[in-house]
Nanobody, 124 residues
């Protein structure tokens, strides 16, 4: 089993920044990839960004690239999502996901383990 825990959510004004963190623990994994998804009320859980096990390769939802930055040093360290110039439309629950097979794609089905989510609220 793998435990996935997110932190760093909160309330911020439009134009502000937040940094989310995600830590995975439990079963020993050396090459797992990680990703962020988000789910706004009444909408489906949507891909935000992903990163390879060593932090070398990153992928973004095109509309978020430039404002959001995903990063991780390696498989032993937490993953981060730096979110800048936040907009009210970014309000959602943000979920961290782990792919034990090293997938970094958009489909939710590529990810085996999920955190409980952290709320991000951007006020106008």
């Amino acid at each position: 089993q793998v435990q996935v825990v997110e932190s760093g959510g909160g309330v911020v004004q439009a134009g502000g920044s937040l940094r989310l963190s995600c830590a995975a623990s439990g079963r020993t994994l050396s090459t797992f990839s990680m990703a962020w998804f988000r789910q706004a009320p009444g909408e489906e859980r949507d891909f935000v960004a992903s990163v390879s096990w060593n932090g070398k390769y990153t992928y973004y939802k095109p509309t978020l690239k430039g404002r959001f930055t995903i990063s991780r040093e390696d498989a032993k360290n937490p993953m981060f999502l730096q979110m800048n110039r936040l907009e009210p439309e970014d309000t959602a629950v943000y979920y961290c996901a782990v792919s034990t097979a090293g997938h970094t794609g958009w489909p939710r089905s590529e990810y085996d383990y999920w955190g409980q989510g952290t709320q991000v609220t951007v006020s106008a």
